[in-house]
């Protein structure tokens, strides 16, 4: 199931459980005690920053798949740690990762040492808009060993447990099969542990679609998640071979696709997989290409959000536009009511316009 401890930091009393929810996600993982000491120094310098320069914030730690694909049976699955916040941004970014710049009376690790001792390291920051700080670290063994290079997509994201649970009822994961790469995400009806069972199947079912188009994981998809409360689920595949995208939804699953300097939507069919199925699965298909950024998100994310802008942010992780996207996003006045993902498959920098 898919596990998340969301953690508020607005003050130096909850470092600590920053701390311990990163090395509990640590032995979820079954990192070793080095990375797991890696993962518990990053987790309480970002939340010491939240504390000492954002005016408090948040801070997300989750397994999540690798962000790049693999055709492998089983994901690999690394801890991810996401503070975000609203605070008055950074003004010199590049200053802050260096060596030797720490935050006044931290722990003096500073955002350099952070970034050497995690697998992947990421800062975004807008003044007066607020900072995303985002770190992956896996086992010991995998550490330079991704084939990143070769890769023409990637894809990242963030999960929000509703009230605080450290069970999500939204997932997504993604697969590869030679050229095409697939991306899904899974809202289990409601939330709590039955709608984390429903989008747990659809991860697991999800491993045997790989060669399958969107409609046809779909219909496999039903099938699996027969015997659950079912969910509303989205697939996307890019074939990056025949630049094209194929995409369809049941249920409500939000999708957005950048193309060049706009956006389109993505319309999923009404239904909930596993329970009450359409008879015809409508797929839609769009050409791809380097200026491309797909998002996926549950219903736990307001259906008017602003979709992200910039170049340099869309060209960032994809896991840090999901998380900007998530940011920017909320409201103190709607008050989030159901677990919330945002998923992100984009091209890699380099294959960019």
């Known amino acids: 199931m898919p596990l998340v401890w969301d953690v508020p930091v607005h003050d130096s009393t909850r470092v600590r459980d920053a701390r ?85 009376r931290s722990l003096g690790a500073g955002l350099g040492t952070c970034r050497r001792v995690a697998d992947d390291f990421t800062l975004h920051s807008a003044p007066g808009r607020g900072t995303v700080a985002l770190a992956r670290i896996g086992a010991a063994a995998a550490r330079g060993a991704g084939p ?25 994961a993604w697969v590869r099969s030679g050229e095409r790469a697939t991306l899904m995400l899974a809202d289990g009806l409601g939330h709590g542990p039955q709608a984390a069972r429903a989008s747990t199947a659809a991860v697991e079912a999800l491993h045997g679609c790989a060669h399958l188009t969107p409609a046809e994981c779909l219909r496999q998809l039903d099938t699996a998640l027969r015997g ?35 956006w389109r939507h993505l319309l999923s069919r009404p239904g909930i997989v596993g329970v009450h199925r359409p008879g015809t699965l409508r797929e ?16 736990g994310l307001p259906s008017r959000w602003t979709p992200p802008a910039g170049t340099e942010l869309l060209s960032a992780d994809p896991a840090v536009v999901a998380a900007v996207t998530l940011r920017d996003a909320g409201s103190a006045a709607r008050p989030v009511r159901d677990d919330t993902a945002v998923a992100v498959l984009a091209p890699t920098p380099r294959d960019r316009g």
């Open 228 to 262: 659950t409360r079912g969910a509303a689920v989205a697939v996307a595949q890019v074939d990056s071979g025949a630049g094209l995208l194929r995409f369809a939804g049941i249920g409500n699953i939000g999708a957005r696709l950048r193309e060049g300097d706009t």
């Open 20 to 104: 311990v929810a990163a090395e509990r996600a640590a032995a979820a993982a079954g990192l070793d005690a080095d990375r797991t000491a890696a993962v518990s120094l990053v987790a309480t310098e970002l939340a010491t920053n939240l504390v000492k320069h954002a005016r408090g914030g948040q801070l997300l730690v989750e397994l999540v798949p690798a962000p790049f694909p693999a055709d492998a049976p089983a994901p690999v699955l690394l801890v991810q740690i996401a503070a975000i916040d609203h605070g008055p941004g950074i003004g010199d970014v590049p200053a802050a990762l260096s060596d030797g710049f720490s935050t006044a």
């Open 148 to 172: 990143a290079v070769t890769h023409e997509l990637r894809a990242g994201g963030v999960n929000v447990p509703f009230g605080g649970a450290e069970t999500s009822g939204d997932a997504w």
């Open 284 to 299: 839609e298909r769009l050409p791809w290409a380097a200026d491309r950024t797909l998002v996926l998100h549950s219903d």
